[in-house]
């Protein structure tokens, strides 16, 4: 972890999008770095923690959303979101998420950010149901494969100290896609996360076999985080 920016680094020039992540769930899985490396754009590779790489499956809401200095955007700027991310390094040095897949419950979010960033929103019926003492997360999508299906229920529960592995997992400033025949690098911004133990009570997943990933171990503890504001930057040309 030596030289591993745990803290993000401000974003340089104006601000994109800001936005707000809520009630967020962290599933991951140990993955052989080679058995993903096709997948990366070019210019960038498997990130790695004590040689092994990881895949990560986050069920989350969406709070707000807000286009630059804008006011929040009504209706499409809240919604439950699933996306299932690799963790990515480029040339730069910059330590990111390459998602494989991001399951939305509104329409028109889908063809506007995968026309306008290259990243592989789908639309899925999605719902998020929230008890005393824990949360269900229920996804399945529409396009494209229609019938994938995602269901994770946990309990949350005390704050936790994160390890290093998990720090590493979740202090990502930027994600790495792909557009226009170019690799491209989003910067990010937020403050470190607030974690919670959670214990996993129920898990019917699909999505990361069919996001063309092969875990190689069990999982690691699933975490819990009640969520935070974060701004995205301009992107940047990685190659």
Known sequence: ???????????????????????????????????????????????????????????????????????????????????????????????????????????????????????????ARMRIDRTADQISYDSVRRWPQRGLRSRVTVRPGEPVEPTALETWLTARWGAHTRKAGRTWWVPNYHAPWTLHSALMVDLDDELVAAAGVRTAGEPLRALYSPGMQTQFGRPIVVG
């Open 1 to 123: 972890m030596a030289g591993y920016p745990v803290a993000a680094p401000a974003l340089r020039g104006r601000v994109w999008f800001d936005q707000s992540w809520l009630d967020l769930t962290f599933l991951h899985w140990p993955v052989r770095p080679a058995d993903v490396a096709d997948l990366y754009p070019a210019g960038t590779r498997p990130d790695v923690f004590d040689g092994v790489t990881y895949v990560g499956l986050v069920p989350f809401r969406m709070g707000y959303t807000a286009v630059g200095p804008g006011p929040r955007v009504p209706y499409f700027g809240s919604f439950a979101e699933t996306n299932v991310r690799l963790y990515s390094v480029d040339d730069g040095g910059r330590h990111g998420v390459l998602f494989r897949s991001l399951e939305a419950a509104r329409l028109a979010v889908v063809p506007a950010i995968r026309i306008a960033m290259g990243i592989p929103y789908t639309w």
